[in-house]
């Protein structure tokens, strides 16, 4: 049995992890493992690497991806689909363990379905937003990270009587501003799927100033449609803007200075919130999904992705956690909620 492993579209902690796990069990039976270069671009253009002990010896707490990644989408490549299954045929892969997050997974599910392309996938994404699962790895540490800044925010907001505004990832969702928000004890989240006007947020940030506060913490979600803001111009090969250049933190903090009149800053977290260390939660999480990855291909189940259910490893469907993205429920925006103002 000849495995390929690719990692695609964000670095995010956790992707050694897996890599790791999954080339471990294929290795306990016998197989062979292959690293596939630069996410989906490596099978465009053959780009391989063996993987054998020594190097996936030592990954469990290294960030980034050794099998480095793009987001190359071989359906908008000339004849990249065609490349794909003649470089597969040509290395004598016998399946392909693709990690990644709905762009990658999405080329996965339509190679699957369009082409029998033996592939299983492990859900991986700081943004939390992959549907058929509880959690993606790398989520945990992100929030982490997240809360870490928001906590060392509180301390020099309180000390000038300032709005600290922070901008976090999450393209089109708000998974990391509301979980770090709760956890970081923030006085006003905005997320995309909750349009709270600026006007209402300023409203909020007044009346708790009114009621003897004298600064206020405000995370904003980096896909957070602000009035009046301009689009980003940028779109990579899914189609996606390049949500950052927006700077929708800066315009945030410009707005409520203008509105309140309290001295606001800004800080964007950025790439921060990738890099690194994986937490212990996101460890184990990515070994859990390796290790299912690895059983998935033994067992010749393709077109499904290992997924968590509650405390429990199951398998999904790859149509069904690609068709449309997690967004955050009414019930996590109430908990956050109860805290404004
Ligand atoms: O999907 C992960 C993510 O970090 C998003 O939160 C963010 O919008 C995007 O990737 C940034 O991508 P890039 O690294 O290409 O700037």
Request: hydrophobic letters at 40%; one cysteine or more; charged letters at 25%.
């Amino acid at each position: 049995m000849k495995v390929g492993i690719l990692t695609g579209g964000g670095d995010c902690p956790g992707l050694n992890a897996v890599i790791r796990a999954a080339g471990r069990r294929v290795m306990t039976r016998e197989g062979e493992v292959v690293g596939v270069l630069e996410g989906w671009k490596g099978l465009v253009e053959g780009l391989f690497t063996p993987l054998g002990p020594r190097e996936i010896s030592g990954l469990l707490p290294r960030g980034g991806t050794i099998l480095r990644t793009t987001r190359t989408n071989p359906f908008k490549v000339d004849g990249g689909v065609e490349k794909v299954l003649a470089n597969f045929e040509r290395e004598g892969f016998d399946s392909l363990v693709a990690i990644g997050g709905e762009d990658t997974l999405g080329v996965a599910a339509r190679l699957y379905e369009e082409h029998g392309f033996p592939v299983v996938g492990v859900p991986k994404t700081i943004d939390n937003d992959l549907s058929a699962t509880d959690y993606t790895f790398g989520f945990d540490t992100a929030v982490s990270v997240a809360t870490e800044a928001i906590d060392r925010l509180h301390t020099t907001a309180e000390s000038h009587n300032r709005v600290m505004v922070v901008e976090v990832m999450g393209r089109h969702t708000g998974w990391i501003a509301v979980v770090a928000g709760i956890a970081g004890g923030a006085d006003m989240i905005l997320i995309p799927e909750q349009p709270v006007s600026i006007e209402d947020a300023c409203k909020e940030l007044r009346h708790r100033h009114e009621r003897g506060k004298d600064f206020s913490i405000v995370v904003v979600s980096e896909g957070y449609e602000l009035e009046g803001m301009s689009e980003a111009k940028d779109v990579d090969q899914f189609g996606h803007i390049r949500l950052s250049e927006r700077g929708v933190g800066t315009a945030l903090a410009h707005e409520i200075e203008a509105r309140t009149g309290y001295e606001t800053r800004v800080t964007v977290l950025g790439h921060v919130q990738r890099g690194g260390s994986p937490t212990p939660r996101d460890r184990v999480l990515a070994t859990r999904y390796g290790l299912k990855a690895a059983d998935l291909v033994a067992e010749k189940r393709f077109g499904r992705m290992a997924a968590l259910h509650g405390d429990e490893i199951v398998d999904v469907p790859l149509a069904e956690a690609t068709v449309e993205i997690k967004t955050v429920p009414a019930g996590w925006w109430a908990v956050a909620q109860a805290f404004f103002g």
